[in-house]
């Protein structure tokens, strides 16, 4: 089956710094969503992003499906902004499914 | 914005008893998923629900678990005498279609067998 990737596992951050999250996976997909859990375990839907890049606040995202992957950016991180990142994909074909990375875990330290 | 809701959010059971988890999806969503994440791991598939049939499960969704719609609203999944390991966070998730489409997922039924 496909396969997702995500890099780095784990980010630590000072309050204020940006950083950059990678979703790489190995098939053509229909969808591509960027999800935070937070500390209550909630997945909050961050993108929908298949392709092309949006933005949202301090959040982007850039999606290369030519090239099967995606970039999560984060500017002026804040503490609230701790918790994992997930990268999920739509698999193509038959019945559709999400398939998730294993996750970013950023801590963002005052 | 519409919401898929899960009841309980937390439920703690004892090895060999059932448990029923509840899901509300959205009300014009054709597909609906569950979902389980150990924790401190990734979140897994576990069956996508269709047309009031199963359309695929994965290898963790064996005789043990099943999923039913009783009624035009809910979604539900049953796990029959539970084990330590079936601890874990259950997420049920619903789209409107098939193709390029967003998944919204509820807030999550967390699980506990002691």
């Known amino acids: 089956g496909i396969q997702v990737e995500q890099s780095p596992p784990d980010l630590i951050l000072q309050e204020g710094a940006n950083s950059t999250l990678r979703c790489n996976f190995s098939?053509?997909?229909?969808?591509l969503q960027w999800f935070h859990q937070n500390p209550w375990g909630q997945l909050i839907n961050l993108f929908y992003?298949?392709?092309g890049t949006k933005q949202n606040g301090r959040l982007s995202a850039t999606t290369v499906a030519t090239e099967r992957y995606s970039l999560l950016y984060i500017s002026s991180s804040q503490t609230t902004d701790s918790g994992v990142y997930f990268c999920?994909?739509?698999?193509?074909?038959?019945?559709?499914?999400?398939?998730f990375g294993k996750g970013t875990k950023l801590t963002v330290n005052p | 914005e519409p919401e898929v809701t899960q009841t309980p959010s937390h439920q703690v059971t004892q090895m060999g008893q059932e448990v029923i988890l509840r899901c509300v999806p959205i009300s014009n969503h054709l597909y609906f998923y569950w979902y389980r994440q150990i924790l401190g791991q990734k979140v897994e598939f576990l069956v996508s629900f269709y047309n009031n049939e199963i359309s695929e499960k994965s290898e963790i969704f064996d005789d043990q678990f099943s999923v039913e719609r009783p009624d035009g609203s809910n979604f539900t999944l049953k796990i029959r005498s539970t084990k330590l390991e079936d601890s874990a966070m259950y997420f049920c998730?619903?789209?409107?279609?098939?193709?390029?489409?967003?998944?919204?997922f509820g807030a999550g039924s967390r699980l506990t067998v002691l």
């Open positions: 998730a619903s789209r409107y279609s098939t193709g390029a489409n967003v998944l919204t």
């Open positions: 999920a994909v739509l698999t193509q074909g038959g019945s559709e499914k999400l398939v």
């Open positions: 992003i298949p392709s």
């Open positions: 098939d053509s997909v229909n969808n």
